[in-house]
């Protein structure tokens, strides 16, 4: 997949530019289905156990399982009603169209990983920048930071690092903080980038250009770091998503492809 960089200011200058040409000529735009990633996590990853989870809409009373919980993967043992792969939450502030898929990967050395894929719908709000997101969900984030991750065969894969917390009150009744780590990129049609402003530079630029409308995705992984401090989360992830991405490809031959 095809990775560029852009600034900011050049990308918005794009992004003007484009909105130019639209608005001067008339566009006949056609709505791809494809997604530019494999809409599936994987059972296994190496020592990497995952097990997807599923939700109740019932917003007196929201659950989540383990799809190894249930006898049926859709439905709910306790009220037999349809369970689904996202947040009855995720599903009112998004596009009905919009698809998720979520799995929790543990491993023999008290590891886990929670990974995530969101793609988009035929609405361009399906998906954005994580960050509004995990705020509305308490978290604080206290920094960003971009890291590569070595692939095989090919330049390195970009993502974006937040570094999270969140103050909770424990079984004892004593505050304690969570800190967590939140990396994501988006993928499209042949591409990838963690800007979310480069990723709708792309957008605007296909349906311009070239009058096809890409679904995107974002790709997420996150998890618990050790502490304030630590910085050894940084490995688990590039280690994490080496094994992960070969799973992604749609012409992956671990998928049965190539």
């Known amino acids: 997949m095809e990775i560029r960089s852009f600034s900011p200011h050049l990308i918005l200058i794009g992004l003007m530019a484009l909105t130019a040409l639209a608005l001067a000529f008339t566009v006949d735009v056609t709505l791809s289905d494809q997604a530019g990633v494999r809409m599936e996590l994987p059972a296994q990853i190496d020592e990497w156990a995952g097990d997807e989870l599923r939700y109740t809409h019932d917003r007196d009373n929201p659950k989540q399982y383990r799809v190894s919980e249930l006898e049926l993967p859709d439905i709910d043992p306790e009220t037999g009603e349809k369970l689904y792969t996202m947040s009855y939450a995720e599903y009112e502030a998004l596009p009905h169209d919009t698809e998720f898929r979520k799995s929790i990967y543990t491993n023999n050395v008290d590891g886990r990983v929670f990974v995530s894929i969101v793609l988009s719908g035929r609405e361009r709000d399906s998906i954005h920048r994580p960050q509004r997101c995990l705020v509305g969900q308490g978290l604080a984030i206290v920094d ?9 065969g090919r330049e390195p894969l970009k993502a974006d690092v937040l570094k999270t917390e969140r103050r909770y009150r ?15 990129w988006f993928v499209g049609q042949n591409r990838e980038t963690p800007s979310h402003y480069e990723r709708m530079f792309w957008l605007a630029w296909d349906r311009v250009v070239h009058s ?28 994490f998503v080496k094994k992960l991405y070969p799973h992604l490809l749609l012409d992956s031959p671990q998928n049965g492809h190539g």
């Open 170 to 184: 424990n079984e004892a009744g004593e505050m304690e903080t969570y800190y967590g780590y939140y990396a994501y």
């Open 212 to 239: 096809v409308a890409h679904r995107w995705a974002y790709i997420a992984v996150s998890g618990r770091r050790d502490g304030e401090e630590s910085e050894e989360y940084k490995q688990e992830i590039i280690d």
């Open 144 to 152: 960003t930071e971009r890291i590569e991750i070595p692939l095989a």
